[in-house]
Nanobody, 121 residues
Framework: QVQLEESGGGLAQAGGSLRLSCVAS????????MGWYRQAPGKQRELVAV???????NYADSVKGRFTISRDNAKNTAYLLMNNLKPEDTGVYFC???????????????WGQGTQVTVSS
């Protein structure tokens, strides 16, 4: 069993900031990558940012310079600091984790339930 618990979503004004958190728990032996995806109504889910265990990071072009992803390996937690928010950032944000469990020899992909982020103009 692996569970991802997201928090930090809500309503923000354009130009404001929000910080999302994702805590992974359960029978986890190691976590390879942690990342965030988002999805707006009528649109495909898209990658926002991803970070490896050793700190390599990729961002979507639309959030470069505004969002910062980080992780605390000791706490199995990933963060997404969103600065200078725009209405276009509105959507459901999902935590994504690739992790190995004690009873498997491979990495599996896990998803959080999603947290709503709404940015008003």
């Amino acid at each position: 069993q692996v569970q991802l618990e997201e928090s930090g979503g809500g309503l923000a004004q354009a130009g404001g900031s929000l910080r999302l958190s994702c805590v992974a728990s359960g029978s986890i032996s190691s976590i390879n990558t942690m990342g965030w995806y988002r999805q707006a109504p009528g649109k495909q889910r898209e990658l926002v940012a991803v970070i490896t265990r050793y700190g390599s990071i990729n961002y979507a072009d639309s959030v470069k310079g505004r969002f910062t992803i980080s992780r605390d390996n000791a706490k199995n937690t990933a963060y997404l600091l969103m600065n200078n928010l725009k209405p276009e950032d509105t959507g459901v944000y999902f935590c994504n984790v690739r992790a190995g469990r004690y009873d498997t020899a491979y990495f599996e992909e896990f998803w959080g339930q999603g947290t709503q982020v709404t940015v008003s103009s």
